[in-house]
């Protein structure tokens, strides 16, 4: 299948990019992500470095890795994955994206139980078939981490092309070490996230979240 069979804008990809948090048990071929990963590499990278190393689980290496993470306990991340304390207005939108996540479970703020189970699927990739894990060399400073961003997103709009759904997960550096020692990664790479692939249970009303974006006055300045 080639893009030009997809038939998606590029609009219609921005537009319908999910965090999806609960999927469906059909795969995705090795074969297909080789080919969404082989087409990301053309996003932006300063000085073409290229700074992205990705490790796939697809099949049995994510029932293997299933099995090692559920009994690992987090360990801590190697970064701030929020600046503390957050202040306006990122504050509002951080707290105003979660309350509208779990209202769509019917989650109600007093219930921690439930979020906290809530959030442990992200464990469990939400159900998704395959991963990656993005690793940086530790060397790398922040305008590499920027390319890590572009990466990312560009493959992320090409699998909406593809018909395929994603959801990238910092959650994963908090397992640093065991994701690192399950792919065989070298201590010189940093985690920076994950990445759930596959596609979206159209019935689990967790999907149905789409996150609000402040307008762009409050953020652009026309000079």
């Not at 360990?75 to 503390?84: A, H, L």
């Not at 993005?134 to 400073?141: E, Y």
């Not at 997960?169 to 399950?182: C, T």
Request: net charge negative; with cysteine; hydrophobic share 40%.
């Amino acid at each position: 299948m080639t893009p030009a069979d997809w038939g998606v804008h590029v609009r219609d990809a921005v537009a319908t990019r999910r965090s999806i948090r609960q999927f469906t048990d059909r795969p995705v071929p090795d074969a297909t992500i080789r080919d969404l990963l082989e087409r990301a590499s053309r996003a932006p990278s300063g000085g073409n470095l290229q700074p992205w190393r990705i490790y796939v689980l697809n099949g049995d290496s994510m029932a293997r890795f299933r099995a090692v993470i559920a009994d690992r306990p987090a360990t801590g991340g190697e970064y701030d994955i929020y600046p503390s304390p957050l202040w306006e207005p990122y504050r509002t939108n951080r707290y105003s994206n979660g309350e509208q996540l779990y209202a769509t479970l019917g989650i109600g703020r007093e219930d921690q139980a439930a979020r906290l189970d809530q959030f442990a699927k992200n464990q469990g990739f939400f159900g998704a078939p395959a991963a990656l894990f993005c690793f940086i060399d530790r060397g790398m400073g922040p305008p590499q981490w920027s390319d890590l961003g572009m990466f990312l997103q560009t493959f992320m709009l090409l699998a909406r092309e593809a018909g395929i759904d994603t959801c990238p997960q910092e959650f994963w550096s908090v397992h640093h070490a065991s994701v690192r020692e399950f792919v065989g990664a070298p201590d010189a790479e940093l985690l920076f996230c994950g990445m759930a692939i596959g596609h979206a249970d159209p019935a689990a009303p967790v999907n149905t979240l789409v996150s609000d974006r402040m307008p762009v006055d409050d953020w652009a300045t026309f000079v």
